[in-house]
């Protein structure tokens, strides 16, 4: 219940509650705190006991902690009937992003470009800038200045 309290803080509530209450009232004081903490987890404890009753037999594992978000989906991934674990380790967002770095630029792909892809984008950089259409595919020279598209600004 008190996990994350430290031994300086709970000095510092225990001398704090010796000024406060004093130390003639705080032995009362704890023993009434004890028996209040009591009966609100036996209130609880029979909330949940009917609860699962009521949901019928079928429910007989039911646990309240699965109703959090995180113990659910926890709790999916490790049954995983649905083969998530599959559908996860087969998608490769690196290279799914390399891929399309690669479209992007005009590069061919390392093996999954296809012949179709590599003709137009040789087709299209053999059509220059005739025309007055700039190709965009096409790596600039390193001392030739990128084109400018009026239409872009």
């Known amino acids: 219940m008190f996990n994350d309290v430290g031994p300086l803080e709970l000095v510092t509530l225990v001398l704090l ?7 003639e009232k705080l032995p009362k004081m704890i023993q009434d705190v004890t028996r209040t903490i009591r009966k609100i987890r036996e209130f609880s ?5 009917d609860i699962r009753e009521e949901l019928g037999p079928e429910f007989k ?5 699965d109703l959090n978000p995180k113990t659910f989906i926890r709790k999916q991934l ?14 490769d967002l690196k290279k ?10 005009g590069r061919e ?6 012949p179709s892809s590599s003709s137009s984008s040789s087709a299209s950089s053999s059509s220059g800038t005739s025309g007055g259409t700039v190709d965009m595919t096409k790596k600039p020279e390193p001392d030739e200045r990128p084109p400018y598209d009026a239409d872009a600004t």
């Open 45 to 49: 404890e029979g909330a949940k006991q």
């Open 78 to 91: 490790d049954n995983d009937e649905l083969g998530l674990k599959e559908i996860r380790n087969g998608f």
């Open 61 to 65: 594992d039911f646990e309240f902690e």
């Open 96 to 105: 799914e992003m390399a891929e399309v770095t690669d479209a992007v630029h």
């Open 17 to 23: 509650a010796v000024l406060v209450f004093g130390p």
């Open 109 to 114: 792909a390392d093996s999954s470009s296809s």
